[in-house]
């Protein structure tokens, strides 16, 4: 079983930045591909980013793609997301899960609040 604990989350002005944290437990971390996915109230729960194994290859959705950066550290078991020019509507809670997500995994997700 694979514990994750996400923080980092805040209120940012619009233009701003923040950087998300994800701690993983288990051994298995390096093997998994990871995601980052944020929702809102009232829609689904998006994808936004992931990151093979190596961290090698990251793959983004188009509303964060050059805004954000995905990357990982799998010596300390931790995945990272870089966001620079916030906007307002990337107002969300962020979640941290392997790619595809599993469902057991969904931990408490940070709020990131940006306003205009």
């Known amino acids: 079983q694979v514990q994750l604990v996400e923080s980092g989350g805040g209120l940012a002005q619009a233009g701003g930045s923040l950087r998300l944290s994800c701690a993983a437990s288990g051994r298995t971390f390096s093997g998994y591909v990871m995601g980052w996915f944020r929702q809102t109230p009232g829609k689904e729960r998006e994808f936004v980013a992931s990151?093979?194994?190596?961290?090698?290859?990251?793959y983004y959705a188009d509303s964060v793609k050059g805004r954000f950066t995905i990357f990982r550290d799998n010596a300390k078991n931790m995945v990272y997301l870089q966001m620079n020019r916030l906007k307002p509507e990337d107002t969300a809670v962020y979640y941290c899960n392997r790619h595809p997500p599993v469902r057991s995994y969904w931990g408490q997700g940070t709020q990131v609040t940006v306003s205009s």
């Open positions: 990151i093979t194994t190596s961290g090698g290859s990251t």
